[in-house]
C-alpha cells in the first residue's frame, strides 16, 4: 500500500445559518464539522465511525462536492476540488466515485442497466458507444455479473445484487477514491460478507482507496487500515485499526468499542453506558463537547477548555487525559 496521499482535508469547517422566529427574526451559525484534517493514501482504506449525527455526512458532502466548506479545503491530487470547474471538474468526477447505503434509491428503475452504469462515462469522459460497452462489461464482470445482466432492468435483481450493480457503476471510470457511505447495512446479513469481500477483492485487483463510512464496527475492522473517530462534529482519535479497537485512548472510542460485538466468540468485554444524549448544536457544552456523558472526568478543565488533537504514540487524540501534565481525575 502506498501511504502518499491522495486526498487531504485541512481545516475543513461547515457552518449552517438557522433563522430563528416566524417574520425574520434572528439568524444563528451552527457547526456541523469543526476544523478537520485526516488525509487518505494510495490503496488505503480510511473509517470515519461515530454515532448519527456526529457530522459524518456532511463531510462526505463535502469530499463528493455536494456542499461547499465554510472554511478549509480538500484537495485530490493536490488540487482544492472546490476550485475546479470545466475539464478539471469532469476528471475529478472520473476519480472519485460513490457507493450509498440503499442501492434501489441509486438506481433509475426505469434504465437498463447497462446504462446506468454506464453514467459516469458518458457524463465525464468522451469514448466511443463500443469503448462504453466494453467497459461496462468490463465492471460487471469485477463484480461477479455476467456481460448479459446489461439488458436487464433493476427489478429483475436482488438487493444484493444491485449493489454489486451500484458498485459497477463507481467503478467503471476506474476511479482512484470511492466514497463507501454504509455501504452493507442495507442489505441481509447473509450476503453483507460477500459484499465486503467484493470490495477487499476490488482494492486488491484496481488499488482502488476507500473512505469508508459507518456505524458497522465489524465491518470497519474488517476493511479500514485506519480509523478516525467522530463526536459532536470533531475528530476526536485517529489511529491504525488494530490499535483502536485494542486499545482506544479517548473515552469515546473506548464507549463505542465497548458496546460493539466481541470479535472472537467467548471475549468478555465491560460496557460503557454513556450517559445523557448527544449535545444539540444548538447549545454546545463549554469545554470538551464531550465532557457531560464523560466516563474519565478530569476536574474542571474538561468543562472549561476544549482540548486539541494532540499525536500520542502514533495515534492522534483529542482528550485532557493525554496533555502533558493531566489533572487528576474526578
Not at 166 to 189: M, Q
Not at 249 to 264: D, F, G, I, N, V
Request: glycine share 8%.
Amino acid at each position: 500500500m502506498n501511504t502518499d496521499p491522495i486526498l487531504e482535508a485541512r481545516g475543513l469547517t461547515k457552518e449552517f445559518n438557522l433563522r430563528q422566529g416566524m417574520f425574520g427574526g434572528t439568524t444563528r451559525s451552527i457547526k456541523a464539522v469543526q476544523d478537520l484534517n485526516f488525509h487518505i493514501g494510495k490503496g488505503e482504506t480510511l473509517a470515519l465511525v461515530g454515532e448519527s449525527g456526529c457530522g459524518k455526512t456532511t463531510t462526505t458532502r463535502m469530499l463528493l462536492r455536494l456542499q461547499t466548506p465554510t472554511r478549509g479545503s480538500v484537495r485530490f491530487g493536490g488540487e482544492d476540488i472546490h476550485a475546479l470547474s470545466g475539464a478539471g471538474l469532469k476528471r475529478f468526477r472520473s476519480r472519485v466515485q460513490a457507493v450509498f447505503q440503499d442501492p434501489w434509491s441509486s438506481i433509475n428503475p426505469r434504465v437498463r442497466i447497462r446504462d446506468f452504469v454506464a453514467e459516469p462515462l458518458v457524463v465525464n469522459e468522451n469514448l466511443s458507444a463500443r469503448e462504453v460497452d466494453r467497459r461496462v462489461h468490463e465492471a460487471l464482470d469485477a463484480v461477479g455479473l455476467g456481460p448479459a445482466h446489461a439488458r436487464k432492468y433493476p427489478h429483475e435483481f436482488s438487493g444484493g445484487q444491485r449493489q454489486r450493480i451500484a458498485i459497477a457503476s463507481a467503478l467503471v471510470s476506474r476511479p482512484e477514491l470511492i466514497v463507501l457511505d454504509e455501504p452493507v447495512s442495507g442489505l441481509d446479513v447473509s450476503i453483507r460478507s460477500q459484499i465486503i469481500n467484493l470490495f477487499k477483492d476490488i482494492q486488491q485487483e484496481y488499488g482502488v482507496s476507500y473512505l469508508l463510512v459507518a456505524h458497522d464496527l465489524a465491518t470497519t475492522r474488517y476493511l479500514a487500515d485506519r480509523v478516525a473517530v467522530m463526536y459532536f462534529g470533531s475528530i476526536v482519535e485517529t489511529g491504525a485499526t488494530d490499535d483502536i479497537f485494542e486499545a482506544p485512548r479517548h473515552p469515546y472510542t473506548e464507549a463505542l468499542l465497548s458496546a460493539a460485538l466481541p470479535s472472537t466468540p467467548g471475549q468478555r468485554r465491560d460496557e460503557i453506558e454513556l450517559r445523557g444524549e448527544v449535545p444539540s448544536p444548538l447549545s454546545p457544552p463549554t469545554g470538551c463537547a464531550f465532557h457531560p456523558r464523560c466516563h474519565k472526568l478530569i476536574g474542571e478543565v474538561c468543562a472549561q477548555r476544549a482540548p486539541e488533537l494532540r499525536a500520542r504514540g502514533g495515534r492522534d487524540v483529542r482528550c485532557h487525559l493525554h496533555d502533558e501534565k493531566p489533572a487528576r481525575v474526578a
